[in-house]
């Protein structure tokens, strides 16, 4: 069963490293480049981002790293780079020729930026918060129960 809005999972979904710099700049230049506002956001360390996940049917360990929901579609590290890029159109959907390279290999790089993208860019101490006009594009968060028993609104990363 899908646990995602109906409105939302017609949309490809980009989950992020919420409280990581580099791939939250990464989120505002998907944004800047997805003319056709097709993308879908939320953070990895959210909520929303877990029943996304659950959602695609997704068991086994993820990695700390972009993950692509698309359809019935789950893609990861450079993969999911790549089919971000592809989604994007002329010129970043030339990104798919790189699919020519072994995944070991891409993988290999993507892990290398990945294990030091918090030295070279920094990370914040919360989530990114969407600004209003990129509100919309991101994943509701589901209502939580708090301990006291009254409903709020979930909270980010």
């Given at each position: 069963?899908?646990?995602?809005?109906?409105?939302?999972s017609a949309?490809?979904?980009?989950?992020?490293?919420?409280?990581c710099n580099?791939?939250?700049a990464g989120v505002r230049w998907i944004?800047?480049?997805?003319?056709?506002?097709?993308?879908r956001f939320a953070s990895l360390q959210s909520r929303a981002a877990q029943l996304a996940i659950a959602a695609a049917g997704v068991r086994a360990p993820l990695p700390d790293s972009v993950i692509l929901i698309d359809g019935d579609r789950v893609l990861?590290?450079?993969a999911a780079a790549i089919g971000i890029a592809k989604k994007l159109?002329?010129?970043w959907s030339l990104a798919a020729m790189a699919m020519i390279v072994p995944g070991g290999i891409r993988d290999g790089l993507y892990a290398w930026v990945?294990?030091?993208r918090y030295r070279w860019f920094g990370k914040q101490e919360s989530c990114m918060l969407p600004t209003?006009?990129?509100a919309a594009r991101f994943l509701p968060e589901p209502l939580a129960v708090a301990d006291t028993g009254a409903v709020s609104p979930g909270q980010h990363g």
């Open positions: 069963m899908n646990d995602m809005p109906a409105d939302q949309h490809p979904v980009v989950l992020f490293d919420g409280v580099f791939c939250s944004v800047a480049r997805d003319r056709r506002a097709q993308f990861m590290r450079s159109g002329f010129p990945a294990r030091n209003a006009g990129l």
